[in-house]
């Protein structure tokens, strides 16, 4: 059994800086690529970064470029998401997933396992 859980988010004012931190179990965490979603109240889920298994790619919505950092720890089987210069517009609740696919990872249906997703928060 396959389990993602997130934590590190909460309440910020905008220009703050949060970190998301994601702990996977049930799954041999270090050949799997991760990612990072989002999703704001009457909005779709949304693409925010990913990771490749090794961490030797990254890739970036365009709305995290130059704020948002994804990383990984596979001997601790983590996945971070750093965010600094938060906007109010990045309000939403934050999930981590895990996929076998090795391309097109902004695409949230190559991810099959998700986490319970955590709230973030940014006032103005």
């Known amino acids: 059994q396959v389990q993602l859980v997130e934590s590190g988010g909460g309440l910020v004012q905008a220009g703050g800086s949060l970190r998301l931190s994601c702990a996977a179990s049930?799954?041999?965490?270090?050949?799997?690529?991760m990612g990072w979603f989002r999703q704001a109240p009457g909005k779709e889920r949304e693409f925010v970064a990913a990771i490749t298994w090794s961490g030797g790619n990254t890739y970036y919505a365009d709305s995290a470029k130059g704020r948002f950092t994804i990383s990984r720890d596979n001997a601790k089987n983590t996945v971070d998401l750093q965010m600094n210069s938060l906007k109010p517009e990045d309000t939403a609740v934050y999930y981590c997933?895990?996929?076998?696919?090795?391309?097109?990872?902004?695409?949230?249906?190559?991810?099959?396992?998700w986490g319970q997703g955590t709230q973030v928060t940014v006032s103005s």
């Open positions: 997933a895990t996929t076998g696919s090795v391309r097109r990872l902004w695409e949230k249906g190559r991810y099959d396992y």
């Open positions: 049930g799954r041999t965490f270090s050949s799997y690529a």
